[in-house]
């Protein structure tokens, strides 16, 4: 099979079977990785622009016997709109693909859109859609001011994070990348092979999105306290908590995600506090009488927060996916918060961008619990380094809230949200 009907394929099976490409990727030849990255994730993030303009060329439907043509325009538009591949190249490629898979009457269909798409070149480049069911989403908490400047962060290619055990000033420095004042750095690609980058076979740090590692870099005062990781896996705040001290008990439903969390905490060389649970969180609570002097609980959510470099979530995700994880949102909350020690804190996070699954989570547990009060979250407690200022706008009435858009000038971060409750006395 060639690398671009691969690639064609790959998409189908995402868009139809709701398949995240990350279980895809080792389907791919390692030296066609880069590749396929580039077409099957731009293609992602700009599928409902791509298709609006196919729609447009495009004078009759195509039939459902023959749909995978609709794949086979997808990835050809990509390539001729985005990428390097000079236009005959490209459309000869997904010519012949079309020619094996339907035959020779569509091929000269899939011949002639594509010819009329690489006119398009200038009014496409700065043109980013989100589907109707994402928008539909974003529209419950957002104005369109904010939306649109979400979606303008589908055009920017995500960059790597990463977080340090220590130094990160220095690491800064030999790596190239931008130093944060919370101490994170921005690489400056996505498709850098991690293993080759200096300082990972040491231990010395791990990957983690910019907003996602904000939240414990709130809380200074972890040494030797005890701590209960909910939903822990993979296990970056799993790290950072380690990193500061604490003697964490992660807890995670997936043995193989587990596994993942152990094969990176060893590298990092931060085993030494950890307790490893396999268990399903809501039992878990239920039979456990063990207090934590702090608890993260970092809940399952829609992801819908890491669109840029997940962008199948774009596709995948509804009101009602938010709403079925709001209620299991709701339940780990009201069991997590029986498990604090008295002036304990939970620290209760999402990668959602939906305030179902943030700010109204929190509003309505406060309202039912007078025992929890909110504990404000500071922009103070982010300034740790004489680096890149972190925009002021992730705080937003105490809590954390970071939007796709802040920090737009180093490339952009996920949708966060964070909330302190402490425990009453």
Known sequence: MSLRLQCVQTLKKILEEKVFFNTLKSDFKVQDTAFANKLVLTA???????????????????????????????AGSIEILYMDTPDYAAINEYVEISKKLT???????????LHKVALHKDDMKDKALFPKNFFEILKQDYTKSQISSMQQMLLIEPSIDISL???????????????FENGSIRLSSMSSNLTFIDGYN?????????????PICFFEKLKDKKVLDVCAAPGGKTAQLLSKGALVTALD????????????????????????????????????????????????????GTFRKHPEVLHFKTLNDINKQAQIQKTLLEKSSHHLAPNGQLLYCTCSISKTEGE??????????????????????????NAKIIDKNVID????????????NEGGMDSFFAACLTHKN
Request: net charge positive; charged share 25%; proline share 3%.
């Open 103 to 113: 035959g020779k009457f569509s091929s000269s269909m899939v011949n002639a859109v």
């Open 202 to 214: 040491e231990g010395s740090w791990w990957v983690q999105d910019l907003a996602a590692s904000l």
């Open 44 to 74: 992602l993030r700009r599928k409902t622009a791509v298709d609006k303009l196919l729609s447009s060329i495009l004078t009759k439907k195509i039939p459902n016997k023959d749909k995978i043509l609709k794949y086979v325009l997808l």
């Open 397 to 408: 009435n105490q809590v954390l809230r970071t939007l796709p858009y802040h920090n737009k």
């Open 360 to 385: 109204k989570q929190i509003s309505e547990f406060l309202s039912s619990h007078q025992n929890f009060k909110l504990t404000p979250l500071s922009l103070k407690s982010l300034k740790q380094y």
């Open 253 to 304: 439903i997936s043995a193989e995600r587990l596994k993942t969390l152990n094969e990176n905490i060893t590298r990092l060389k931060l085993e030494k506090n950890l307790t490893t649970i396999c268990a399903d969180a809501e039992e878990y609570l239920d039979t456990s009488s063990e207090l934590f002097d702090f608890i993260l609980l970092d809940a399952p959510c829609s992801a819908t």
């Open 165 to 179: 055990k220590e130094n990160p000033d220095l690491w800064a420095q030999k790596l190239n990348g931008i130093l």
